[in-house]
């Protein structure tokens, strides 16, 4: 039995509608999602059936409205919150986001007292990061976690951190950034927030980010 191009578009548009609701990433969801339902409601008017037509149709409306909603609200607000030394939260959260956190090479047990700098990212009140630091020299520190929840994985979290927040590592003396990692998908998100791939004094491969 042949199937025809018809057939093939309709299979195409629920590959991807289903890939959509894979998506940890809100905008990412709906992004995929419009590219399905689009996909979906033409297929629909091609083949007659209309009810399949004009909801789809609805569908795709309805995420280019969400779409247009997220992209022209307001600026976020973004807070720094320190960790204390008795971090029973931030336990939790690592234990929470523990598989993720291994996905890109992460440890998930710290001693967040031994660390230099220690603190959670908010947005909007909401934590959705969580960053460690040791000091590698006078003036450099060792990125240790720069860790944000699927939620919040659009960059921001991260240009706030090395752009927005560079006078809170230069009023303690810190104009450099070290970091190590093999995880391809840390990497993209390190190159994206400016790090630059370069070896350290005993010729491993790491990422540095100058902020001064």
Same mark, same amino acid.
């Given at each position: 039995?042949?199937?025809?191009?018809? *057939?093939w578009?309709? $299979?195409?548009?629920?590959?991807?509608?289903?890939?959509?609701?894979?998506?940890?990433?809100? !905008?990412?969801?709906r992004?995929?999602?419009?590219?399905?339902?689009? !996909?979906?409601?033409?297929?629909?008017?091609?083949?007659?059936?209309?009810?399949?037509?004009?909801?789809?149709?609805?569908?795709?409306?309805?995420? !280019?409205? $969400?779409?247009?909603?997220i $992209?022209?609200?307001?600026?976020?607000?973004f807070?720094?919150?320190?960790?204390?030394?008795?971090p029973?939260?931030?336990? &939790?959260?690592?234990d929470?986001?523990?598989?993720?956190?291994?996905?890109?090479?992460?440890?998930?047990?710290?001693?967040?007292?031994?660390?230099?700098?220690?603190f959670?990212?908010?947005?909007?009140?909401?934590p959705?990061?969580?960053?460690?630091?040791?000091?590698?020299?006078?003036?450099?520190?060792?990125?240790?976690?720069?860790?944000? !929840?699927? *939620?919040?994985?659009?960059?921001?979290?991260?240009? $706030?951190?090395?752009?927005?927040s560079?006078?809170?590592?230069?009023?303690?003396?810190?104009?450099?950034?070290?970091t190590?990692?093999?995880?391809?998908?840390?990497?993209?998100?390190?190159?994206?927030?400016?790090?630059?791939?370069?070896?350290? &004094?005993?010729?491993?491969?790491?990422?540095?980010k100058?902020?001064?």
């Amino acid at each position: 039995m042949t199937i025809d191009w018809l *057939e093939w578009l309709g $299979y195409l548009a629920s590959l991807i509608v289903l890939i959509s609701l894979l998506m940890s990433s809100i !905008i990412k969801l709906r992004w995929i999602n419009l590219l399905g339902s689009t !996909i979906f409601s033409i297929y629909g008017f091609l083949i007659g059936a209309l009810p399949v037509g004009f909801m789809n149709m609805g569908i795709a409306f309805i995420n !280019i409205y $969400y779409l247009l909603k997220i $992209y022209s609200a307001k600026e976020e607000y973004f807070k720094i919150l320190s960790i204390e030394n008795s971090p029973q939260y931030f336990n &939790h959260f690592v234990d929470y986001y523990k598989k993720e956190m291994e996905k890109y090479g992460f440890k998930t047990k710290y001693n967040v007292s031994q660390y230099e700098i220690r603190f959670f990212i908010l947005r909007n009140m909401v934590p959705a990061g969580v960053f460690l630091a040791s000091k590698y020299d006078e003036k450099t520190l060792k990125v240790e976690l720069d860790f944000v !929840i699927p *939620e919040y994985r659009d960059f921001k979290t991260g240009h $706030y951190i090395y752009e927005h927040s560079k006078g809170f590592f230069l009023e303690k003396g810190f104009t450099d950034f070290i970091t190590y990692s093999e995880s391809e998908s840390h990497i993209r998100y390190l190159t994206k927030v400016g790090f630059e791939e370069t070896t350290d &004094h005993n010729g491993v491969k790491c990422f540095m980010k100058k902020i001064k």
